[in-house]
């Protein structure tokens, strides 16, 4: 054999064996994207429900956790049945958002649910400030911030949403100042609790999921400021999976829930969960375009409420 024979020789091998490998990668590729897609199947039919039935928070869980009462210094989270979502998987089939009415006592008091995917991640340079003052609102003074305009769903979640009809619509921003979406909400637990699961949603979506998202705040009787607001979310393919319940608190502040009004008081201390100072940044916002916050809640614990400025417009 000639030496360019032996090089020939080489060279075929080496082809092949590229090939081989080229081959073998695109199968496992495939291989992999099969399981992946099985795998959402097989966790949508294990759920038994018809894809018509939502699933989310019941009546029962709801008075349930209306009667709960903060105690300072313990967590703000508290885990719903286990922290498990209880929304049906199979009800997603295109990305809208279920927007309930105000009930008689002008409260978002119901549950808004997101069928979302990625194309709902909306541009958050583009918010503007909010006007609409939801049941309990009073405005923030004397430099401390007390009160957040919170968002159900947030308004990084519902890009291509028509706010009015929920349903998908060209060229539509985020959920900005929607009555039907708002309530009067704590900085804290706007700021620090509600944006980290608003992300992990968020995340997920841009990851190519498909999510289901309910959030509902929770009002004990006819006072006029939620006491808290429960959160759960659900991936098709079972990735993403909470459930949780947000105290609606401010540290070093006594809040009046009946009206909304607040005093205050060193002795409501509060834990700062470390994990909630994770990338959650595209969600944080006050709601008011001409206010700037000083500085992040400390951790562990928090016992007074962030201070801020107003710029001039």
């Known amino acids: 054999m000639t030496v360019l024979s032996r090089i020939s020789k080489v060279y075929r091998t080496a082809l092949?064996?590229?090939?081989?490998?080229?081959?073998?990668?695109g199968w496992t590729t495939y291989r992999d994207f099969r399981h992946g897609q099985q795998a959402r199947l097989d966790f949508a039919q294990h759920d038994r429900?018809?894809?018509?039935?939502?699933?989310?928070?019941?009546?029962s869980q709801y008075q349930q956790l209306a009667q709960l009462n903060y105690q300072p210094g313990s967590t703000?989270?508290?885990?719903v049945n286990h922290g498990?979502?209880?929304l049906n998987p199979k009800a997603w089939r295109r990305d809208h958002v279920i927007y309930q009415q105000l009930d008689r006592a002008g409260r978002?008091?119901?549950?808004?649910?997101?069928?979302?995917?990625?194309?709902?991640?909306?541009?958050?340079?583009?918010?503007?400030?909010q006007n609409f003052q939801p049941a309990g609102w009073h405005s923030n003074s004397g430099g401390n911030l007390v009160y957040n305009r919170g968002h159900l769903i947030a308004y990084s979640l519902t890009g291509?949403?028509?706010?009015?009809?929920?349903?998908?619509?060209?060229?539509?921003?985020?959920?900005?100042?929607?009555?039907?979406?708002?309530?009067?909400?704590?900085?804290?637990?706007?700021?620090?609790?509600q944006t980290h699961y608003e992300a992990?949603?968020?995340?997920?979506?841009?990851?190519?999921?498909?999510?289901?998202y309910q959030a509902t705040p929770i009002f004990r009787g006819d006072e006029q400021m939620a006491r808290g607001i429960n959160l759960q979310a659900l991936s098709t393919d079972g990735t993403l999976n909470f459930n949780v319940f947000l105290y609606n608190v401010e540290p070093g502040v006594l809040l009046?829930?009946?009206?909304?009004?607040?005093?205050?008081?060193?002795?409501?201390?509060?834990?700062?969960p470390t994990y909630m100072n994770e990338d959650d940044s595209d969600d944080r916002s006050a709601g008011d375009g001409n206010l700037r916050v000083v500085g992040p809640y400390p951790t562990p614990f928090a016992d007074a409420p962030r201070h801020y400025y107003r710029i001039s417009q």
Do not use: C, W
Request: glycine share 10%.
């Open 160 to 193: 291509g949403i028509d706010p009015r009809a929920g349903q998908l619509r060209a060229g539509a921003l985020g959920d900005q100042d929607n009555p039907r979406n708002l309530f009067t909400e704590t900085d804290f637990t706007n700021e620090v609790l």
């Open 84 to 86: 498990r979502s209880i």
């Open 76 to 79: 703000p989270v508290v885990l």
């Open 16 to 25: 092949l064996l590229m090939v081989g490998l080229a081959l073998g990668g």
């Open 256 to 272: 009046n829930y009946q009206s909304g009004s607040s005093q205050a008081d060193s002795r409501m201390r509060v834990y700062v």
């Open 108 to 129: 978002a008091s119901a549950s808004n649910t997101a069928f979302l995917n990625s194309r709902n991640h909306a541009n958050t340079s583009l918010r503007t400030a």
């Open 200 to 212: 992990r949603v968020r995340h997920a979506i841009e990851q190519g999921k498909h999510v289901i």
């Open 49 to 59: 429900r018809p894809a018509s039935q939502v699933g989310g928070l019941t009546t």
